[in-house]
């Protein structure tokens, strides 16, 4: 149907078993997922040639999450790139996600621009969560219908952009699709108001978005070791 696109560091061994397992989960439900290198280095001569620039309002959620955060905006930045000039929806996810569902056949007809796969992600149920709740939700998600939704304001526009922005985007881009409309806009928006780290730049103000109920993308959970056919030990994330 479409053709995902895994972000990860060329060449990094430690991140190797997680991208495997990301792959060995998208042919687990007829995915086709192809790794992608990431960007690590050259930052600010991407960024001088692209034209962009960090959003003022917003640059400290990009120095106090590291200098990563500018690789990360950037990797995605180029998948929205080739988006537009393919002109056909993509997915894209980060190395250490993993499909836990099929995508369903009409998912395309069912939302414009952004569709954000792992809304659960938002809801604060990650690998973290007390309980086992995200273990428990993956297999939840494996039975329950699907929906799709349209993110829903939490505040209305005004004179300060970058406080609407901060309160109408999804938390985590690890997995999503994105359509030649959305990456246009998005693109746009980026040389216009700055950057803000990947997952915030897809919001309200900027593109329409929406999410999977229940979620067909999640972090690959610590603890399910071998899940997929791999085993990998902690890491360090981009997003």
Not at 112 to 120: A, K, M, S, V
Not at 152 to 161: A, I, S, V
Request: proline content about 5%; aromatic content about 10%; glycine content about 10%.
């Amino acid at each position: 149907m479409i053709d995902f696109y895994c972000i990860h560091k060329e060449g990094d061994e430690e991140s190797q078993a997680p991208l495997n397992d990301a792959l060995r989960s998208g042919k687990q439900f007829n995915i086709n997922i192809i790794a992608h290198p990431g960007v690590y280095s050259d930052i600010e001569n991407l960024m001088s040639r692209e034209g962009l620039y960090i959003n003022r309002a917003g640059a400290h959620k990009i120095t106090r999450r590291g200098r990563g955060v500018l690789g990360c905006f950037l990797s995605h930045y180029f998948l929205w790139k080739k988006c537009i000039e393919e002109n056909k929806p993509i997915g894209v996810m980060e190395y250490d996600a993993v499909f836990i569902r099929k995508l369903p056949e009409n998912i395309l007809n069912e939302f414009n621009d952004y569709l954000n796969l792992d809304y659960t992600r938002h809801l604060h149920l990650g690998p973290k969560s007390p309980g086992g709740e995200y273990v428990n939700q993956i297999e939840l998600n494996k039975v329950a219908p699907h929906s799709v939704n349209r993110l829903q304001e939490k505040m209305k526009g005004g004179r300060h952009l970058f406080k609407y922005i901060n309160a109408n985007h999804i938390k985590g881009a690890f997995g999503y699709i994105i359509k030649p409309s959305g990456a246009k806009k998005i693109v746009e928006a980026s040389k216009l108001n700055g950057i803000l780290p990947a997952d915030v730049q897809p919001n309200l103000a900027y593109c329409e978005v929406f999410y999977t109920n229940p979620s067909i993308v999640m972090l690959n959970p610590k603890g399910l070791t071998g899940r997929f056919g791999g085993s990998h030990t902690n890491h360090d994330r981009t997003t």
